[in-house]
């Protein structure tokens, strides 16, 4: 059975403020996604990434992919309102989405 | 232009009803998937439909049945609804497979009373 698991579940800070989310999986991903879903919208692709040890940076988001490929971080700088919605990393081939992470940014 | 469409954006019904969600692409992608989210946020895939054949069906009742009339379009049919039918259902699509960028539709909120 493969398992994938988000961290933590709900965040609630204030603008400014950082936070990390955390993807892990019992399984290797070939390749990871993340995907941020805004309240009352479908999910949007906000970064692939590919190799083992890989760092992608999206103005503000860091995403960080583990050298073993079975777990990946999100970093968001300075928080801001538009950050709010649900952040998902899709277990590949099986697509297994989970729960996700929501996060909540207040002025 | 709208990627991934679906109609209808609301949907409200009695249980016992029968009621079809519409999805349409026109990205030239192969593969179509619907997904039923919770209220709990939960996104779980249902079906996936490569070139109008079904290669994804995960446990899903047979109420629920997926048509697809040709590549561009995945409809769900749902019989005899049950209040547990009640979720925002996903509609998405991706060029080849799942490991591809999935565009997503902008969902069917169904409320069954």
């Known amino acids: 059975t493969q398992l994938l698991e988000q961290s933590p579940q709900f965040l609630s800070i204030q603008e400014g403020e950082n936070l990390t989310v955390y993807c892990n999986s019992s399984?290797?991903?070939?390749?990871l996604q993340w995907y941020r879903q805004e309240p009352g919208e479908g999910p949007v692709l906000l970064v692939t990434v590919v190799t083992g040890g890989e760092v992608k940076k999206l103005k503000r988001l860091t995403f960080q992919f583990g050298d073993a490929r079975k777990d990946s971080s999100l970093h968001i700088t300075a928080a801001q309102t538009g950050d709010t919605g649900l952040y998902l990393c899709p277990l590949g081939t099986a697509l297994i989405f989970g729960k996700g992470t929501t996060l909540s940014v207040s002025s | 232009d709208t990627a991934v469409s679906q109609t209808p954006k609301y949907l409200v019904t009695q249980m016992g009803n029968d009621k079809s969600i519409k999805c349409e692409q026109n990205?030239?992608?192969?593969?179509m998937y619907w997904y039923k989210q919770d209220s709990k946020k939960f996104l779980k895939i249902m079906f996936s439909y490569n070139n109008k054949e079904l290669i994804i069906n995960e446990t899903v009742p047979n109420r629920f049945s997926p048509k697809s009339p040709d590549k561009a379009h995945l409809n769900l049919h749902i019989n005899s609804l049950e209040l547990g039918d009640s979720a925002v259902y996903f509609c998405a699509s991706s060029q080849h497979g799942a490991t591809d960028t999935q565009y997503f539709g902008p969902g069917t909120r169904l409320t069954v009373l």
């Open positions: 990205l030239g992608h192969d593969t």
């Open positions: 399984s290797v991903f070939s390749s």
